[in-house]
């Protein structure tokens, strides 16, 4: 069975419901193995200056890079000598300097002083939520860790072996290999969304933390997250079917959207990115049924998701669309696309 990768491209400023369909152009590369080009079931994109592809992929544990046409250009993968290893990679973002940040677990060694006396005889070591940082040309950079030690130190240790067989103990969340959505700003901040935490952080281009808001109660689920050019946090905040701007401080500006099919409603939004002409595309988890004639004296089988009619089988059939809307920085509805 064969496995491609297939991109819609849309231009930024085409909103026009019929001008976007002209306008969507598909891109499909690569296959299913873990050959140079080629990929796991699960994928996670992002693009690039010059709108280079970079495709992180779980699987084959590497990051691979694409020119716009799907041409391959290079990998990044764990190295020999032990510098960095991938346990479950996922999204992935790319800084305007064209530096790169994936999401991931590791195992961290917990500081000697901060060690329960009990457990000072063997090395403790906590498994925490990651972000892996890399420079443009893929050298490793180290990685931002997401837990704090104080949040685990509560938890029991579990006996392991370390990678030279000698025995360590663990201290271990329940999700610490929950996913993270990620965004960089202008100046190369970070910003990770938790879903899980319904928190977002903000790191410096270093690696430190200097932001963090949300919270129970006021984000619910929260997946993808980014920023406008004058700093401003967008965040899709899927349990409130909204979405949620914030200042560079992380004060709350304002909220937009409630659930619903209609125009600024959203069911469960899991994508928001602010486009070149200064707008905002919202992609939630809405579904419509439309249906389509065939002139065909045979249609096939539709890759659409297409189901036929009752009437007229052979000519009639319904295709499920999914939802995209163009929203204004301010909150108004500008358009929305049907694909």
Not at 75 to 84: H, Y
Not at 179 to 184: D, E, R, V, W, Y
Not at 197 to 212: A, D, E, F, I, W
Not at 234 to 258: E, Q, T
């Amino acid at each position: 069975m064969s496995f491609k990768i297939r991109l819609l491209l849309i231009s930024p400023l085409m909103f026009d419901l019929l001008i976007a369909f002209s306008t969507v152009h598909p891109l499909e590369f690569g296959g299913k193995g873990s050959g140079p080009g080629q990929f796991g079931s699960t994928i996670y994109v992002a693009f690039g200056r010059a709108d280079t592809i970079y495709v992180s992929d779980p699987a084959n544990s590497r990051i691979q890079i694409f020119t716009p046409q799907g041409r391959f250009l290079r990998s990044i993968c764990p190295s020999r000598n032990g510098e960095f290893q991938f346990n479950r990679i996922g999204e992935l973002a790319v800084g305007h300097d064209g530096s790169i940040w994936v999401a991931d677990w590791k195992t961290e060694p917990l500081p000697g002083e901060e060690a329960p006396s009990s457990a000072r005889q063997a090395p403790i070591h906590f498994l925490t939520p990651c972000v892996h940082h890399f420079n443009p040309t893929g050298g490793y950079l180290g990685a931002v860790i997401i837990d704090s030690t104080a949040s685990l130190m509560e938890r029991n240790l579990i006996p392991a072996l370390d990678k030279e067989g000698k025995v360590v103990f663990l201290i271990r969340s329940h999700d610490f290999d929950r996913p993270l959505h990620l965004t960089t700003g202008r100046d190369g901040s970070l910003y990770v969304s938790d879903q899980n935490r319904n928190t977002v952080y903000c790191y410096t281009p270093s690696g430190k933390l200097k932001l963090r808001f949300g919270g129970f109660g006021q984000l619910d689920h929260p997946q993808a997250v980014d920023c406008d050019w004058q700093g401003n946090i967008y965040v899709a905040d899927s349990g409130n079917h909204r979405i949620v701007k914030f200042a560079p401080s992380g004060k709350l500006l304002f909220s937009v959207g409630r659930k619903g099919l209609g125009d600024l409603q959203f069911i469960s939004p899991y994508l928001v990115r602010v486009t070149r002409d200064a707008g905002l595309l919202v992609a939630d988890r809405s579904r419509f049924k439309k249906g389509f004639k065939s002139y065909l004296p045979e249609r096939g089988e539709s890759s659409a998701e297409a189901n036929s009619l009752k009437e007229d089988k052979g000519r009639e059939y319904l295709v499920w669309l999914r939802r995209i809307q163009s929203v204004g920085l301010n909150g108004g509805f500008v358009r929305k696309i049907l694909l």
